[in-house]
């Protein structure tokens, strides 16, 4: 099997995962995957394989070498974001991407007006969706190099190699994919995430993330009668609303600059729940960012009474740079790997996260390779072909570099 059908098999299971449920994995739907990919693992023919209650699993390639080299891993995720539809995925293969519009369904077109990023993969072989859902790369081209990886290495003997662990979680698009990870159980001395965008992409600064759920009571009147009695909670969800900077937005800020995003708003005269995300890569722009969310709710309690609005913000993840900065060669040996596989390093900071920024605030220092898959979460999702094994030869190239790293 290629790593091509290897993918278009991931695809046709629907692994969505769901932010307000309180089981684990967040739906039932993922541990059928789950079960495909662990028998999957068997007969690839890896060792120690097994998966948790929970949807977590672990294998191991097994060494063909005696030198005591350090053992790491590989980890992808294999839930798809609640932000689009992953049921029925209907992929299709543009060979030879000619740098013209894609036609995806009647009336959905992907336009290189629109995603430039498509003109940087003419002459490839593009992996799109029929415009209905997502495709689900995020993170399934992980999954699919890190499964064709330990294939290679096994097909190819004379490559000399360690031990190397293999993970793959669910429920990481809702930022809880490593909580329940076993860093103990997985036995690594470092690992990487094969969960970022196009080729060459190389991150270990992440954003600073908590979430901020703001409550607001209202109380209902006749709107006849309403003078003085009625407080109307849509219109102080609004008001709320207005109260965050402008230009402080996704759609406002790049680099290193930080935000305040509205997921949603459920509102009627009585109640309105807003659900915000809050990001920054610095650690004290970030705690004032959530100080700002509670001022804000101080000053609606301020005007409409004590109690009219709750803020509950919990942090969800931190910048794992300040765990990769002391253990810098976990870096070099991939900037190295790339450099021998052919492909350009592009460094950059992730404007959003990944389960290993909780996983080396877990001791496991993780930072995060490029899987291929670009414009996430949406039905203009694709993944050159080309990326894809490129991803894979990087993979395998770590693993023989690591087998001379000299601790």
Known sequence: MDITERFLNYTKFDTQSAEDSQTVPSTQKQLLFAEYLKKELISEGLDDVEMDEKGYIYATLRPNIKEDVPVIGFISHYDTSPDCSGAGIRPRI???????????????????????????????????????????????????????????????KEIRHGKIRVAFNPDEEIGMGAHHFDVEKFGCEWAYTMDGGDIGELEFENFNAASAKITIKGISVHPGYAKGKMVNANALAAEFAKMLPEDETPETTEGYQGFYHLLGITSNIEQAKLSYIIRDHDRDRFEDRKRFILRCAEEMNKRYGEGTVVADVSDQYYNMKEKIDPQMHVIDLVLKAMQECGVAPKVKPIRGGTDGAQLSFKGLPCPNIFAGGINFHGPYEFVPIQTMEKAMQVVVKICELTADYNN
């Not at 519009?101 to 430039?116: H, N, Q, T």
């Open 94 to 156: 543009v060979h030879n991407y000619d740098g013209s519009d894609i036609v995806l369904s009647e009336g959905i077109v992907s336009s290189p007006r629109k995603f430039p990023e498509l003109l940087q993969h003419v002459g490839e072989d593009l992996i799109v969706t029929d415009g209905h859902t997502l495709l689900g790369a995020d993170d399934k081209a992980g999954i699919a190099e890190i499964v064709q990886a330990m294939v290679y290495l096994q097909e190819h």
